[in-house]
DNA sequence: TTGAAAGCGCTAACAT
DNA sequence: ATGTTAGCGCTTTCAA
């Protein structure tokens, strides 16, 4: 024999519902795709059949012939970092409302494994939504190449992208660290290869730049609550009274860490987390800066979506702004020598 | 023309390896699903032009040829719930190490909107995991009789399941809080439908009248922050001097209304969470039942992809116990009348 | 060990 | 408004 001999085990084809309404599988088809074009009375005597016969697409067989799957993917660096589920939520949805469903795919950080997922789902999806992709630039224009793209936290030029700028919040932040008395602050920074990390490192330093507090960062690699601890000895090493950590998980495993040695937050160190992701469930609660990743999540779809129903691409640059949110992690005034 | 006329732009296709390795495209078809069937340097010859050409498999003509898809789909009722980010990141990895892709769906807690997504994406998938369903079970079963099921937390009879046996946690969270004094307790109750919420209240009931304590259940619908601090008021008329709530971010909810309305935990009354999601981080860090949904995320996606390597169907129900994790919500000793 | 040919279920140009 | 026909990219029998 050829082909396929035996698919799902009984499944109902356009050609079974053609034999059972009378019509040619055209006819069918189109009942299905372009009703408007038939006559109503045989599009619902085609429903009828197709109703009593339990039929259900053959999505594959759409997809080899329009080659539209109906599907999108989001691809996150780790799904249980507590920024992304909010933003694939997002993005779930509204192309769930679109009639797209959506593929996971988790890097794991790496970019490799960014690089087997997007490819390996490029033949099945319409376009992609790449959250702080680790992938290089040209990957990723290759990628959109074949498939439209949209970004979150990475800025490449020509692309959709939908950017949450840091500046804002940092820039208070660094303000509410000088009126206190702060002069000196570690950053813990992210990875290397986060494009939210680079943003974050360099408002930083502008706004402590204009301030005059002294800006010590420390390398943190991959953000967890454990690297968030172990960096305790280096921060103390520095002298620095207050931290600004790259995330809230990093900044919950410092205060985890700063507990352990007996010392108070916010009384001997001022700590500030970034996304707030941890509300206020950490102890004490924590400053952090804010983040929305299910605007982003919006943002995102809708860009996606967007393209998708125009067929026009995009490079739309649309940014979020955040803004520090204050709770007892920088209550204490920090005044020198005091 | 007909058909398809302009799939991807330049998508590279079985034909064209096979015109560069100058062999028949059935060769290239057997280099990639059957290489022992091949001459080891025809295969190499083959795999080099795909190199060459950038080829990527089309999985709909596939799909379409055979009726597999190499897909499947992990179903949840709310993905930013933090009990199944590290449970979706788990099935994600074992699938794709066996070389399957993952759709996400996110019900948003409604069991019709679950009901879509399964019937939708049953067109393209292998198997589901369905995580904690809200559908009913002739639904479930219904879908199971179409596409190999994997449950986690939902226990129905001959489908494959891993349960996440909350007793052990519960028994020990009851004897804790008996040593402690308490001798009244209110369960904050998670959904209706939820069969974890179930087995809890269960449990509990059967803890607690062991140990003489009395329980008051307390409804809260829809597990969230909110609504364990609009709780609060509910909790303090009913003068138990301890709290169970559904998971630890209905426990963080109660702990903030408590702090908002200054009463000091666990001083004034002690709060159990369930899930340990939100590890130490809360203030004051909080004593939690064990959950380990990485745990069941492995154990379902090993089940899922053991039928589907097997073909044989399972109905095996797989348990993972919990135990209690002391914190410090839990530290105060109420002595009757203290 | 390899090639030829048919067909998986669907859509779309073309004809009527 | 509907039927005819070819073909999407792949797998698989069958023949060599």
Redesign the pocket.
Known sequence: ?????K?AST????????RVA?????????A???PE???P???RRVKAAADELG????H???A????RFGNVAVVVPDIANPFFPPLVRRVQTLADAAGYAVFLGDSDEIADREANLTSRLSAQVEGFVLASPRLDEDRIRELDASRPVVLVNRDIEGLARVLIDPSGGLDEAVAHLHRLGHTRVVYLSGPRESWSDQQRRAALARAAGRAGLEVIVQELGRPSSAGGRDAVGGILASEATAVIAFDDVVAQGVMAGLALRGIDVPRDISVIGCDDTLASGTHPALTTISAASAAAGDAAAELLLGVLASGERSDARVTIATHLVVRATTEAAHTIGG
Chains 1, 2 share one sequence.
């Open positions: 024999m050829t082909g396929n001999r698919t499944s109902v084809t356009i050609g079974d519902i053609a009378g019509v040619s599988r055209s006819t069918v088809s189109r299905f795709s372009r074009l038939l006559n009375e045989t599009v039929y259900v697409m053959n594959a067989a759409r080899l012939s329009t080659g």
